[in-house]
T-cell receptor
């Protein structure tokens, strides 16, 4: 069964303190791994898609990487405005059109 | 710019009422999805549709139905609202097997 586990559940950082969020996944035939950002009371906002192990994508202070079993979202020198919940999701060959979402990591960045 | 809109941001209904939540996308996407999101439970798929008039049950379809008469519109129907259906409802659309784009969400309260 396809599964996504994110850790930690919550992460508190000081402004400028770099760190990483983890997404471990089990999927039969990865079609894509997705990262989203969600602010309180709003819908998730798409950040990245990764398709194969070794792939990396960057956007401002965020960098997503992918291996065969996990993905990392690296946050370099975060700012308070990076505070949000970050969701990881996968789409596989056996899930039809479904996407499996992790529970998310809540990131708090203090000035 | 991609756009998914939902008919209401906040909705308050009484137990037993029939509730309609509407979602419209302007990206000509084949796939549309309805999720509910509750604290500690993450995103749970209620129903999805991969074509006009086609629908498939997600993980928690009980108490819900859907309608997709036009490609751009996907409606979620609560036949007889109950208090345990109080939640944030999120609509999304996508092309097959790629990232989903979410609407702003509808916060439904059933009294």
């Amino acid at each position: 069964e396809d599964q996504v586990t994110q850790s930690p559940e919550a992460l508190r950082l000081q402004e400028g303190e770099s760190s990483s969020l983890n997404c471990s996944y089990t999927v039969s035939g990865l079609r894509g791994l997705f990262w989203y950002r969600q602010d309180p009371g709003k819908g998730p906002e798409f950040l990245f898609t990764l398709y194969s192990a070794g792939e990396e994508k960057e956007k401002e202070r965020l960098k997503a990487t992918l291996t065969k079993k996990e993905s990392f979202l690296h946050i370099t020198a975060p700012k308070p405005e990076d505070s949000a919940t970050y969701l990881c999701a996968v789409s596989g060959n056996t899930g039809g059109f479904k996407t499996i979402f992790g529970a998310g990591t809540r990131l708090f960045v203090k000035a | 710019d991609v756009k998914v809109t939902q008919s209401s941001r906040y909705l308050v209904k009484r137990t037993g009422e029939k509730v309609f939540l509407e979602c419209v996308q302007d990206m000509d996407h084949e796939n549309m999805f309805w999720y509910r999101q509750d604290p500690g439970l993450g995103l749970r798929l209620i129903y999805f549709s991969y074509d006009v008039k086609m629908k498939e049950k997600g993980d928690i379809p009980e108490g819900y139905s859907v309608s997709r008469e036009k490609k751009e519109r996907f409606s979620l129907i609560l036949e007889s609202a109950s208090t345990n259906q109080t939640s944030m409802y999120l609509c999304a659309s996508s092309l097959p097997h790629v990232e989903q784009f979410f609407g702003p969400g509808t916060r439904l309260t059933v009294l």
